[in-house]
Nanobody, 113 residues
């Protein structure tokens, strides 16, 4: 059964960095389109980034230049490096197997002053 587990969230000060990890099991991440989304309190879930099987990446405008997606095929893991975090980046971050519409449970990122 395909599963995704996110980790790496936490509390960070404005301007700081975090790296999120999405560990896949039951399927090979490099075979599918993977995405990152986030949901801030009281707001709808929104798309953050896409990592295509061939390695191409796409980002929402509000994270361009600050967030970087990457993948470790040996570990079957997807990452989201988040730099220069801002208060408005506070949210639960989710990874998704776009092809099967499988979601992880999410990991909370809180950015403080």
């Amino acid at each position: 059964q395909a599963q995704l587990v996110e980790s790496g969230g936490g509390l960070v000060q404005s301007g700081g960095s975090l790296r999120l990890t999405c560990a896949g099991s039951g399927f090979t991440l490099s075979d599918v389109i993977m995405t990152w989304h986030r949901q801030a309190p009281g707001k709808a879930r929104e798309w953050v980034a896409t990592f295509a099987p061939g390695g191409a990446t796409f980002y929402a405008d509000f994270v361009k230049g600050r967030f970087t997606a990457s993948r470790d095929d040996a570990k079957n893991e997807l990452y989201l490096q988040m730099d220069n975090l801002q208060l408005e980046d506070t949210a639960v971050y989710y990874c998704q197997n776009f092809d099967s519409q499988t979601w992880g449970q999410g990991t909370l990122v809180t950015v403080s002053y």
